[in-house]
Structures are given as structure tokens and as C-alpha cells.
């Protein structure tokens, strides 16, 4: 099953019409402040549904004649329901393959930072790189960027490329700074940085564009770790009630590929 998502639509819901159909609903939302979208009627009470479609929007008592004693039925206690959210600017691919990777943004130190890396790692298959991570150094005391001196025992026979969560600059072990051919000859790029330590030697940190002597190494996604991105950022979308999303990088090509 090829997967694009230039406009992903995870649940075609669009609040609309309060006409009740003539069918039987199989989820049915009760007692809530509905936000339908429709000037005519701005506030409903109930909305009834079969399957991904939106059967009535109406009043408890209009809503309830669709259903049977086959019917999900919830009540909302009065909580606001609204359709699905649209995010306009969204890396998709690149995100969800965030969610399946080692996660490194909520660790609080550096001890923290190591321990998660050599955990993940241990179930890495041979050779296969640890990517993304989303760290931030500023949870940690003293605040210090890391090197790669603290990570690499912790990546085994792994190369690393771990992304802080900003974007704009990872931490490479030295492994990966040795398959990118990186050492203290190497010069900066335009537009990056490769920091070094008071001798000179790059201490693993590449900013901006400077992560591209790194990336140009790795090897691509597999279809199947692009499969496994993509339903991990379909699955954080719905859960955040984004139904749609534009996608900002030129990964949709990638993630249908065979």
C-alpha cells in the first residue's frame, strides 16, 4: 500500500449539514456545545455518525431517533467538540520517523542523555544508524552541549547522528565522524559550523549546515522504517485532532516509493 500525504486526511469529518438522515448512526455524541461551522446554527448539541461519516447535527432529543440499541453512545458532559484541525506547516515523514527513533527530549541530564542512547542502541540492528533524538541540552546542569566523547561507548558499533530539537544542529559520535571523513582538516561549510575543542579536534556538534558532511553518509530510510514513520505521525496527528496537514519537505515521493 503506497502512502502520500502532500494533503494527509485522516478522517474526512466536515461538520455541515443538520438534515437527519434516514439511517442508523453507530456512534452518537450527546449533551456537548458542538461547533458545526454553520452560520445558520453555529452551537448544536449531538452529532451522529456512521462509520467516517456525519449522519445529523442537531439536538440531543433530533440525534437520539438515530439510534439503536446497537449504538455507541457518549456524553460529553458538555465538553466542546470541534472539527478536525488542519496543520499548515508540518515536516510529516520527518517527524513521525522522530517518534519511532530514540527519544532524548525530555532527558535531564547528561547521564540521562547517555543511558536512553545505550538502551536504544542495544536493540539496533548491526550497522543501522541512531538517528533524530530531539535532545536539548538546556534541561540539563550545567547546561553544556554534549560531545562525542559522552556518547560513544553508549552507541556500541552504531554511527550517530542525533538532532537537537531545534534543527539547526546534531551531535555526530565519532564513528559517524569518521564515516563522514570529519577531522580537524575539515573545514566549515557555508552556512555551518563544525565545533571543535581547544586543540582543534571537532568535538562531534555540527551546526546547520554542517550536518550535511554527516547526512550525505547515511544511508536512506527503508521503505519499511518509512511505513513505520508514517503510521507513528498518522497515529500523533488523529490523537491531537489534526485531520489534515501540508507538508513543508519533499518527503511525500519518498515515503510512496516501493
Known sequence: MKLTFSTVVLIALTIGSTNLAAKQADLVLLNGKVWTENPAQPVAQAVALEGVTILAVGSDADIRKLASADTKMIDLGGRLLLPGFNDSHVHFLVGGASLTTVQLGTANSQAEFRERIASFAQALPDNAWLRNGLWDHQRW???????????????????????????????????????????????DVPGGE??????????????????????????????????????????????HGVTSVQNMADTSKDASQP
Do not use: F
Not at 531545534?166 to 564513528?175: I, R, V
Open 194 to 239: 563544525i565545533e571543535r575543542d581547544k586543540n582543534g579536534n571537532p568535538t562531534g556538534i555540527l551546526k546547520d549546515a554542517a550536518t550535511a558532511l554527516v547526512e550525505r553518509v547515511m544511508p536512506p530510510l527503508s521503505q519499511q522504517e518509512k511505513d513505520r514513520a508514517m503510521q507513528a505521525a498518522l497515529h500523533e496527528a488523529a490523537i
Open 141 to 187: 546542569t550545567p547546561p553544556a552541549l554534549p560531545n562525542h566523547q559522552l556518547i560513544d561507548v553508549a552507541c556500541g558499533s552504531h554511527p550517530a547522528l542525533l538532532w537537537r530539537l531545534d534543527g539547526h544542529m546534531a551531535l555526530a559520535n565519532a564513528l559517524a565522524l569518521k564515516l563522514a571523513g570529519i577531522d580537524r582538516n575539515t573545514k
